[in-house]
């Protein structure tokens, strides 16, 4: 699949002859990229695998659990902008080590948790700990890869966040399944210390082999160096918005924050519910669970290979989002009226898997346009904080409405609205960056 990806047609803005320079970094890189983003992601989702089993062992309601879900994400928009700020000044390599070592930390102390206000207070933690990872792996890709190229290098990357959940759901199933009781610990103890560990260790990892600039790589001869610097130079930066300031007066750059927010109240209703709704519909066994829940995740990766191949190929963006957000919102509508229906269930959360996941690496194609240096890191930061907001407001209200009415086909039929709101908002509101053809967008430097 990566090989057929890598061999698309090759973007004008990139010669024959520079190709195999930007396909030596997408190896070297992308790799170790890839399997830390993967841990990333499981860490933001093996909460909704353990819902059942911390609610009873907690004693918490759908509500409680959907403010300790979103709680992650308030630590994690807090401190985000300062954290690539951060990284920004002391590089990325130092940074995301730290990010990963503590955020690994953390997430195993949930081990200890028996209260539900111990449950807020460390998801607050593992969020505030985590924040910056994400934005400042998109910041770092931006400087690394020219903008031609950023379409298969992103659903690279997100291709891990597909990954953990097709992968996560089976893996969290068996463990809930087969180590309950392990040492005396309940299954979803092991779920947590599955997430955490690996996370400290590739955190040395990233310490020792990701580079932060071409310069500093030493598996670039001089003259490879002098090239990619090149390639870099030609790479343009149509945006004004060098400072983080000047982003947010970029025009775009808010109605960018304001889309990528409904995309994350559909990412989470996905992340965090998807367990539970297949739960409803009547199949109980979690190892069942957890392998249905990675048809979503599975179909979600199809699409963003796909995607971002013709993204890439084509240099159009814009459609490509625009049609992913109204899948995704067809995806929910199905899901609220067939909540019931376990099959058909199954179709629609793979429609929203392929058209909420399956779009986002599209999406981030689209800031870099905007934004320059440290206005790249901050902004960056700021839309995917902008983003993160999805993820307080979708947990809290889909619980809340469950309490309230035993059904969360309600919030289903919201978030299906506001994925709609955010695809005409595309249509009717994208300015002339945004809606201009990379290709042309490269060849008009």
């Known amino acids: 699949m990566v090989d057929s990806t890598i061999t698309a047609p090759v973007p004008r803005a990139i010669s024959a002859e520079s190709l195999p320079i930007v396909r030596k970094a997408l190896f070297r890189l992308m790799p170790l990229i890839v399997v830390c983003y993967f841990f990333a992601f499981f860490d933001r989702i093996n909460i909704g695998f353990v819902k059942a089993a911390l609610q009873v062992d907690l004693g918490i309601s759908n509500t409680a659990y959907g403010i300790g879900a979103s709680l992650f994400t308030v630590g994690y928009v807090l401190f985000e902008v300062p954290s690539n700020m951060i990284m920004y000044r002391v590089g990325t390599r130092q940074w995301i080590a730290r990010i990963m070592i503590t955020w690994g930390i953390a997430t195993m102390l949930m081990i200890f948790v028996t209260t539900e206000w111990q449950f807020y207070a460390l998801r607050f933690v593992i969020g505030g700990l985590e924040a910056g990872f994400s934005p400042g792996i998109i910041y770092y890709m931006s400087t690394w890869f020219p903008t031609s190229y950023r379409g298969r290098a992103t659903s690279y990357l997100f291709l891990a966040q597909a990954f953990s959940g097709a992968f996560g759901g089976p893996i969290t199933g068996m463990l809930l399944t087969y180590s309950d009781g392990l040492a005396g610990r309940p299954g979803w103890h092991w779920v947590f210390l599955f997430g955490g560990m690996p996370c400290i260790l590739l955190g040395f990892v990233v310490l020792k082999f990701l580079d932060n600039r071409v310069e500093d790589a030493k598996w670039l001869s001089a003259d490879e160096k002098r090239e990619y610097l090149k390639i870099l130079d030609r790479t343009p930066q149509g945006g004004k918005g060098a400072s ?8 775009g750059f808010l109605t960018l924050g304001l889309v990528y927010f409904m995309i994350q109240m559909g990412a989470y209703g996905l992340n965090f519910w998807a367990p539970d709704l297949i739960r409803t519909a009547g199949q109980g066994s979690d190892l069942l669970i957890g392998f249905l829940t ?45 909540a019931q229906n376990i099959f058909i269930l199954v179709l629609a ?12 690496p599209t999406f981030w194609a689209l800031p870099p346009k905007l934004v320059t240096g440290a206005g790249a890191a901050g902004g960056i930061a700021m839309i ?22 035993g059904s969360t086909t309600p919030a289903m039929y919201v978030i299906g ?15 002339p960056l945004i809606r201009a053809n990379d290709r042309e967008f490269d060849r008009n430097r």
């Open 294 to 338: 990675a048809i979503p995740y599975t179909c979600a990766a199809i699409s963003m290979v796909l995607i971002g191949r013709h993204a890439d190929a084509t240099g159009h963006r814009r459609p490509y989002l625009i049609g992913c957000l109204f899948a995704a919102a067809i995806g929910f509508a199905m899901v609220g009226f067939f």
């Open 349 to 360: 959360l793979a429609i929203i898997g392929a058209g909420v996941t399956g779009g986002i």
């Open 244 to 251: 983080l300031m000047g982003a947010i007066r970029t025009p």
């Open 417 to 431: 609205g506001l994925l709609l709101a955010g695809g005409l908002i595309m249509i009717f509101f994208s300015t």
């Open 384 to 405: 995917n904080s902008l983003g993160q907001l999805g993820g307080i407001v979708s947990p809290t209200m889909v619980g809340m409405v469950k309490d309230i009415t």
